[in-house]
């Protein structure tokens, strides 16, 4: 039962265009949204999140956008740069569930020269 | 400031044999985590710790898998006897308190199972 869900394993894009990636999520008590990024033979690192009182959340080139109804998420890359190829989890956490996150399967983007 | 710490951190060992991994979190972390990634999925947490106590190891197959945090700073992670199927990368992560916080990773430990 994936409770989280990133239906594309992989993604490319030419440099300095935008990178979309997506999320679903079946449990409705999830309200807090969170996006890691990883690189090979590290462990993930923190890049974005969003609580679910809020439909946008801006970083520099990084936006999450936030589809309750829908139970969708997607993070935006723009303008995508090499160095942020790498593979995106999205990450849920439930209200009364502590700190615990449920991740999705991951995307891995690749920003082409 | 230094990060998660975690060793080995590759791992190759034959079916039925035990292996262990170490996980140093950053100083003044409270909560600890356990999480398997298997291939081609993301991480799923195995057991959850805050201090030297037990918070949530629902997730945990604790016929074989065991971890501990004696002290409250450095924890262990134990799988006895290992099968094909646990092959995975184990990662380490901590978090100043249990309630929404940002995890910190370490890079893992890559354990192939023979």
């Known amino acids: 039962d994936q409770q989280v869900k990133q239906n594309s394993p992989s993604l490319s894009v030419q440099e300095g265009r935008i990178s979309i990636l997506n999320c679903d999520y079946t449990n409705s008590m999830f309200d807090y949204f969170l996006w890691y990024k990883k690189y090979p033979a590290e462990g993930p690192t923190f890049l974005i999140s969003?609580?679910?009182?809020?439909d946008k959340n801006e970083d520099g080139r990084f936006t999450v956008f936030l589809n309750k109804s829908a139970k969708h998420l997607s993070l935006h890359i723009v303008p995508s740069q090499p160095g942020d190829s790498a593979v995106y989890f999205c990450a849920a956490r439930q209200n009364n569930a502590g700190n615990m996150l449920t991740f999705g399967g991951g995307t891995r983007l690749m920003v082409k020269p | 400031e230094a990060g998660v710490a975690q060793s080995p951190r590759y791992k190759i060992i034959e079916k039925r044999q035990s292996v262990a991994f170490w996980c140093n979190p950053i100083?003044?972390?409270?909560?600890l985590y356990w999480y398997q990634q298997i291939l081609g999925q993301g991480p799923k947490l195995l057991i959850q710790?805050?201090?030297?106590?037990?918070?949530?190891d629902s997730q945990l197959p604790k016929d074989r898998f065991s971890a501990e945090r004696l002290k409250g700073v450095d924890s262990t992670l134990k799988i006895q006897p290992a099968k094909l199927e646990d092959s995975a990368v184990y990662l380490c992560a901590s978090s100043l308190g249990r309630i929404r916080e940002t995890q910190y990773f370490g890079p893992g430990t890559r354990l192939l199972v023979l």
């Open positions: 100083s003044g972390h409270a909560t």
């Open positions: 969003i609580s679910s009182i809020k």
């Open positions: 710790f805050q201090n030297n106590g037990v918070v949530d």
